[in-house]
């Protein structure tokens, strides 16, 4: 009979090695790791998100999430990795533009992003959408085939859209499959009206921040009175955009919220924490 | 940059396939099936089938596969929630009554031991000859013509699809001419066509 239980230490061969997959954004410093420097434990900065880590990014409409999850297709491609693009919701040639058009405000060569990255396009295709198992099969090929390392799903929720009730299983499906096939994985989940913006709660409920091994909240604030406008020294109508880690149980992170902006080239810039934000705009 | 836009894998109605087949040899094989004949049929069998593949790897709700196989939302349920245990117990003679959906727990246990040995992404073929002993093979031949076919379905798209197939020595033209539409599903046109051959 095949053993149903391990002692600690027959998994040590087993046990990954942490170390940070950059995004080209600021998150990069956001993750540590802590090491110890002779009697002391020092914490330095992670350079990425967790190595095989999956997580979830979230956050209302127009938050950015798409363009954060690009970005990193676009950061990783460029260094030479192998990168799956599940698009659920842009179909693939405008996934293409935005791509390109992101390589060139991040001074990447285009080429080499075209030859690393993988696309399999959900949007047009309804059996991709809806039936998990192709979906998980045609990405099995693509990893095995192109040799990927990294995977982004945009959007997870696209793919129980109307069975909700189902998202718990899709979501471990996915998230089973991805750690099988050793990727670090970004999937990007939607919000629903009902829920708060600013918590790591997204479409299919506490569920999906449950499962993965991380959540990265995208918010935004419009400054609509005084009180916001002296509170965050920007003016009536500006927009406040703020990201936040919401977990993450490969490694220690910044537990604070952070002001980034979206360039007028579409790129995530990561200011500083609010409260150095919030400090510096009154002076 | 590489686009994929069609699936690799992950056909549903193969999966069915194998379920469906592994449940005959859950049964203990053709023999077996033989004795249960009055137990379940083929086209329940068949039904249980799809409903554990389209909740268990096509992640569908009950009202999904309701609608996609033309049954009731209780009947997926049945089939869903069958205790396969209280089923072999039945089917071994141990218990003489049984509140659970048969076919339900035949389906479930053939999709685990598929699951376990990892044989649900296996091709199979039904041999001829399996299929004549089954009392199946036209079965087989209706099936894979309609593959594809959308349901509801009417009179003339039935015939377009199954013209010049000969079933059990009729021509499928003459017997879908006096058969009731819509057919609702894969499984109501098997049914449909055994209960014509059985009348002639």
Same mark, same amino acid.
Request: net charge neutral.
């Given at each position: 009979?095949? /053993?149903?239980?391990?002692?600690?230490?027959?998994?040590?061969?087993?046990?990954?090695?942490?170390?940070?997959?950059?995004?080209?954004?600021?998150?990069?410093?956001?993750?540590?790791?802590?090491?110890? /420097?002779?009697?002391?434990?020092?914490?330095?900065?992670?350079?990425?998100?967790?190595?095989?880590?999956?997580?979830?990014?979230?956050?209302?409409?127009?938050?950015?999430?798409?363009?954060?999850?690009?970005?990193?297709?676009?950061?990783?491609?460029?260094?030479?990795?192998?990168?799956?693009?599940?698009?659920?919701?842009?179909?693939?040639?405008?996934?293409?533009?935005?791509?390109?058009?992101?390589?060139?405000?991040?001074?990447?060569?285009?080429?080499?992003?075209?030859?690393?990255?993988?696309?399999?396009?959900?949007? *047009?295709?309804? *059996?991709?959408?809806?039936?998990?198992?192709?979906?998980? *099969?045609?990405?099995?090929?693509?990893?095995?085939?192109?040799?990927?390392?990294?995977?982004?799903?945009?959007?997870?929720?696209?793919?129980?859209?109307?069975?909700?009730?189902?998202?718990? &299983?899709?979501?471990?499906?996915?998230?089973?499959?991805?750690?099988?096939?050793? &990727?670090?994985?970004?999937?990007?989940?939607?919000?629903?009206?009902?829920?708060?913006? *600013?918590?790591? /709660?997204?479409?299919?409920?506490?569920?999906?921040?449950?499962?993965?091994?991380?959540?990265?909240?995208?918010?935004?604030?419009?400054?609509?009175?005084?009180?916001?406008?002296?509170?965050?020294?920007?003016?009536?109508?500006?927009?406040?955009?703020?990201?936040?880690?919401?977990?993450?149980?490969?490694?220690?992170?910044?537990?604070?919220?952070?002001?980034?902006?979206?360039?007028?080239?579409?790129?995530?810039?990561?200011?500083?924490?609010?409260?150095?934000?919030?400090? &510096?705009?009154?002076? | 940059?590489? #686009?994929?836009?069609?699936?690799?894998?992950?056909? $549903?109605?193969?999966?069915?396939?194998?379920?469906?087949?592994?449940?005959?040899?859950?049964?203990?094989?053709?023999?077996?099936?033989?004795?249960?004949?009055?137990?379940?049929?083929?086209?329940?069998?068949?039904?249980?089938?799809?409903?554990?593949?389209?909740?268990?790897?096509?992640?569908?709700?009950?009202?999904?596969?309701?609608?996609?196989?033309?049954?009731?939302?209780?009947?997926?349920?049945?089939?869903?929630?069958?205790?396969?245990?209280?089923?072999?117990?039945?089917?071994?003679?141990?218990?003489?009554?049984?509140?659970?959906?048969?076919?339900?727990?035949?389906?479930?246990?053939?999709?685990?031991?598929?699951?376990?040995?990892?044989?649900?992404?296996?091709?199979?073929?039904?041999?001829?000859?399996?299929?004549? #002993?089954?009392?199946?093979?036209?079965?087989?031949? #209706?099936?894979?013509?309609?593959?594809?076919?959308?349901?509801?379905?009417?009179?003339?798209?039935?015939?377009?699809?199954?013209?010049?197939?000969?079933?059990?020595?009729?021509?499928?033209?003459?017997?879908?001419?006096?058969?009731?539409?819509?057919?609702?599903?894969?499984?109501?046109?098997?049914?449909? $066509?055994?209960?014509?051959?059985?009348?002639?």
């Amino acid at each position: 009979m095949k /053993e149903k239980y391990l002692e600690l230490r027959e998994l040590k061969e087993k046990a990954p090695r942490i170390f940070g997959i950059p995004t080209g954004t600021k998150l990069d410093e956001m993750f540590f790791k802590v090491e110890l /420097e002779g009697n002391k434990h020092v914490k330095k900065p992670l350079g990425g998100i967790p190595h095989l880590s999956v997580l979830n990014i979230t956050g209302i409409p127009d938050t950015g999430k798409s363009l954060l999850a690009e970005q990193f297709a676009v950061n990783q491609a460029g260094l030479g990795y192998k990168v799956l693009f599940v698009t659920v919701e842009n179909p693939a040639n405008f996934l293409y533009t935005s791509m390109k058009s992101k390589s060139e405000a991040m001074g990447i060569d285009f080429s080499k992003v075209e030859r690393n990255i993988v696309v399999i396009d959900a949007s *047009e295709s309804e *059996e991709l959408r809806e039936n998990p198992r192709a979906l998980l *099969e045609t990405m099995d090929y693509a990893i095995s085939e192109r040799k990927c390392s990294n995977t982004i799903i945009d959007s997870v929720t696209g793919l129980y859209e109307h069975r909700e009730v189902m998202a718990r &299983q899709i979501v471990r499906l996915i998230f089973n499959f991805l750690k099988r096939k050793r &990727q670090t994985g970004i999937l990007v989940s939607q919000k629903r009206s009902t829920q708060a913006s *600013e918590s790591a /709660e997204a479409a299919g409920g506490l569920a999906v921040a449950h499962i993965v091994d991380g959540t990265i909240v995208l918010d935004k604030r419009v400054i609509e009175s005084k009180w916001e406008s002296n509170l965050y020294g920007l003016p009536i109508g500006q927009v406040l955009r703020t990201i936040r880690i919401d977990g993450c149980r490969l490694t220690p992170h910044d537990t604070r919220t952070w002001v980034f902006e979206i360039s007028d080239l579409g790129l995530i810039e990561i200011i500083s924490p609010l409260e150095e934000f919030q400090k &510096q705009e009154e002076k | 940059m590489e #686009v994929i836009v069609r699936p690799k894998g992950g056909d $549903l109605d193969e999966m069915a396939k194998r379920v469906f087949l592994e449940s005959i040899e859950v049964l203990g094989g053709l023999k077996k099936l033989v004795e249960y004949r009055n137990l379940t049929w083929l086209p329940t069998l068949a039904e249980a089938s799809y409903v554990v593949i389209l909740r268990n790897e096509g992640m569908k709700t009950y009202s999904e596969i309701a609608k996609e196989l033309g049954i009731t939302e209780q009947t997926v349920r049945n089939i869903i929630t069958a205790n396969k245990e209280k089923v072999m117990e039945y089917l071994r003679g141990e218990i003489d009554e049984l509140r659970e959906h048969i076919a339900g727990g035949i389906a479930k246990i053939a999709y685990e031991r598929l699951k376990k040995e990892e044989r649900l992404g296996e091709r199979i073929e039904i041999g001829q000859r399996e299929a004549e #002993v089954l009392d199946i093979d036209w079965a087989v031949h #209706v099936l894979a013509r309609i593959k594809g076919l959308e349901f509801p379905v009417n009179k003339e798209e039935l015939i377009s699809r199954l013209s010049n197939l000969l079933i059990k020595g009729k021509r499928a033209e003459e017997i879908l001419e006096s058969m009731e539409y819509p057919i609702k599903n894969p499984a109501d046109l098997l049914h449909k $066509l055994k209960e014509k051959l059985q009348q002639t």
